[in-house]
């Protein structure tokens, strides 16, 4: 089922779908908002894409709750915004020890096709960009940088960016990655600071950013030294702020605006 909602605020408004999505790795129908900008009526338009992950403990109705700006945005920037339910606790990747959590094959493998059908999308790459906060913000450059066949851009937004900091927090030795001394080798495969082992400079525009009073701020302090002796182009960015709704509510203006730079430099 989708459902419409039209915005009332301009007189040619956007439309806002929340559609459901078969996941058959998962075997369930899986929600995601989509904001469409004004433009879409015109059929001749097709339009890039910005996926946008919700944090732990949120869902696919987070991010318009936080940034209700975004309606304007995709309208200002001329992009359909994606804001996919990523679990509970998921992480954005695909669980060593429990194979129903399998959200970096759903979003990659599954959503994406289903949105290329369902809209008119721009289909390469560079097209396409991930971003998210707290958990979203590790998924948003996990699945970057994993498929950089996919995203030509990614980023993060208070994100937690070096997993193996965090092992007795939020389920993940219980849920997600096993225990720390027998499933060690799955804390350093499944976080950012060393799946960037693999990415080479160019492959992927990159924004991250994080606020001065996040608890977050130690772990993206050190990916961000980490990329710059490891010679990769990135922007990173450290504003005063918590990890809280009113910094992601002032982070998204700017990374949808790096993302519409990019889109503008990188298609036709």
Known sequence: ???????????????MDTITTYSKSMRKEIPSVIILPDNYQDTSLHFPVVYLLHGYSGNYSHWPLIAPQLQNLADEYQMILVSPDGGYRSWYIDSP??????????????????IDTRYRTKTDRWSRAITGLSMGGHGGLYLGIRHKELFGAAGSMSGGVDLRQYTASWDLKEKILGDTICCKQNWETHSVINVINDLKNGELNMIIDCGVDDFFIGVNRALNQKLLKMKIAHDYIERPGA????YWRNSVDYQLLYFHKYFVTHTN
């Open 243 to 246: 990890h809280n709704a009113e």
């Open 1 to 15: 089922m989708i459902a419409l909602i039209a915005w009332s605020e301009r007189a040619v408004a956007g439309v």
């Open 97 to 114: 020890i429990d194979s129903t959590i399998k959200y970096e094959t759903y979003i990659t493998k599954e959503l994406i096709p289903d």
